[in-house]
T-cell receptor
Framework: NAGVTQTPKFRILKIGQSMTLQCTQD?????MYWYRQDPGMGLKLIYY???????DKGEVPNGYNVSRSTTEDFPLRLELAAPSQTSVYFC?????????????FGSGTRLTVV | GQNIDQPTEMTATEGAIVQINCTYQ??????LFWYQQHAGEAPTFLSY????GLEEKGRFSSFLSRSKGYSYLLLKELQMKDSASYLC????FGAGTALIFGKGTTLSVSS
C-alpha cells in the first residue's frame, strides 16, 4: 500500500518556467490537499479538493493551479515560477470528518526557484 | 479566521516529561490534531481530540479544552528520537475539512 506518492522529490526551476507537481493516492480518499512549508512558518494550505471535479482555493493560492480529474490524482501546476515559490510542497489525503486519524502526507517535493 | 499559537522551541533531557502547549481561535471547531515531523520528512499523525479531555497513546497524550481554546501534547520518558517538530493543527467545518497548522514547536532532546 503506497499511500500518498509525490513526484518529483527535488526540482530546481528558473524564474518564469512552469512545472507540475504530481500527487497520487491509492486509499480511495475523496479529500486531497496541497500545502507548502517554509522554514519557521508551518504548513500553509494552497488548494484542496473534496472529490473528483471539485477544487477550491486555500490560504495561499496565488501562482498555482490544480485539477482533479480522478479520485487518485491531484496535480499542482506552477505556471510562472517565482523565487517566492521556493518551498517544500506536501500533498495530503483524507477520508473525511468521520475519521479520527487525520490525514496522510506524501514525502514532499523540495522546489528551488532561481 | 484562525490563529494557532505554540512555542517555537523547547529543550528537554532523555527520560524527562515535556508538555507542548497550543492555543487556538477558530469559528467552527471540528477537531484538533498533533503531528510529528522529523527534519526533512513529512508530518506523521500523533493524536486527535474533538471532545474535552485527555487522550492517551503510549508515551504520548493529548489534552483538549474547547472552552479555553487550548490543547497540550504530553511526551513521557523522552528518547533522543523524539527530537522533532510538533505541529498543532485545527480542523474547521467547511473548507474541505482542511487542517490549519500552527508554526510548530521544535523539541530538542539531549542525553
Amino acid at each position: 500500500n503506497a499511500g500518498v506518492t509525490q513526484t518529483p522529490k527535488f526540482r530546481i526551476l528558473k524564474i518564469g518556467q512552469s512545472m507540475t507537481l504530481q500527487c497520487t493516492q491509492d486509499m480511495n480518499h475523496n479529500y486531497m490537499y496541497w500545502y507548502r512549508q517554509d522554514p519557521g512558518m508551518g504548513l500553509k494550505l494552497i488548494y484542496y479538493s473534496v472529490g473528483a471535479g471539485i477544487t477550491d482555493k486555500g490560504e495561499v493560492p496565488n501562482g498555482y493551479n490544480v485539477s482533479r480529474s480522478t479520485t487518485e490524482d491531484f496535480p499542482l501546476r506552477l505556471e510562472l515560477a517565482a523565487p517566492s515559490q521556493t518551498s517544500v510542497y506536501f500533498c495530503a489525503s483524507g477520508a473525511g470528518v468521520e475519521i479520527d486519524y487525520g490525514y496522510t502526507f506524501g514525502s514532499g517535493t523540495r522546489l528551488t526557484v532561481v | 479566521g484562525q490563529n494557532i499559537d505554540q512555542p517555537t522551541e523547547m529543550t528537554a533531557t532523555e527520560g524527562a516529561i515535556v508538555q507542548i502547549n497550543c492555543t487556538y481561535q477558530t469559528s467552527g471547531f471540528n477537531g484538533l490534531f498533533w503531528y510529528q515531523q522529523h527534519a526533512g520528512e513529512a508530518p506523521t499523525f500523533l493524536s486527535y481530540n474533538v471532545l474535552d479531555g485527555l487522550e492517551e497513546k503510549g508515551r504520548f497524550s493529548s489534552f483538549l479544552s474547547r472552552s479555553k481554546g487550548y490543547s497540550y501534547l504530553l511526551l513521557k520518558e523522552l528518547q533522543m528520537k523524539d527530537s522533532a517538530s510538533y505541529l498543532c493543527a485545527v480542523r474547521e467545518f467547511g473548507a474541505g475539512t482542511a487542517l490549519i497548522f500552527g508554526k510548530g514547536t521544535t523539541l530538542s532532546v539531549s542525553s
